[in-house]
């Protein structure tokens, strides 16, 4: 009995031990591997062909602030409330509430089909193509 004990404590060990050092994500071969990336850094300085100070006011700094905005004076709206609608409202009418039932809900359906019964053709002029910019001439017969 104390040889399976002795085995048993000897396996966990191994096993802990294995676990333990399993947790080190840096090893050697890693580290090898990383560092055989060759890293291409482009420090190439663009040239504009030309001189960007004969375009900017004289004396320009780009970092002065040269608006103050605590300078400008913003005023407020009056709201005038002249315009008695509430007379032209139904009783307890509330504009910002949601619809409460789909019969609330208004919707356009696109399958719908409209039918003006106005036929065109009578008020424009003989030949038009409205995709080519007005009237086509008529041509002869014998073309």
């Known amino acids: 009995m104390n040889k399976k004990n002795f085995i048993l404590t000897i396996a966990t060990g191994l096993l802990l031990a294995n676990g333990v ?6 090893t050697e071969k890693d580290d090898r591997v990383i560092n055989s990336i060759t890293y291409i850094e482009d420090d190439t300085d663009f040239e504009l ?22 300078a400008v004076v913003f005023m407020e709206d009056e709201v005038v409330d002249d ?15 949601y619809p409460m039932d789909v ?15 106005f036929d065109t053709r009578a ?5 038009f193509d409205a995709y080519q910019g007005g009237a086509k ?3 002869p017969a014998g073309r």
Not at 21 to 26: C, Y
Not at 90 to 96: R, S, T
Not at 103 to 117: M, P, R, V
Not at 123 to 127: A, F, N, R, T
């Open 137 to 139: 001439p008529a041509l």
């Open 123 to 127: 008020y424009l002029p003989e030949g």
């Open 21 to 26: 050092f399993a947790s080190n994500l840096i």
């Open 49 to 70: 062909d030309f001189d960007t100070a004969d375009y900017l006011p004289e004396g320009f700094d780009p970092y002065e602030i040269y608006v103050n905005l605590d």
């Open 83 to 97: 315009v008695k609608t509430k007379k032209h409202l139904p009783a307890n009418f509330n504009p910002y509430a």
């Open 103 to 117: 019969a609330a809900f208004n919707y356009i359906d696109q399958n719908d089909t409209i039918e003006l019964d």
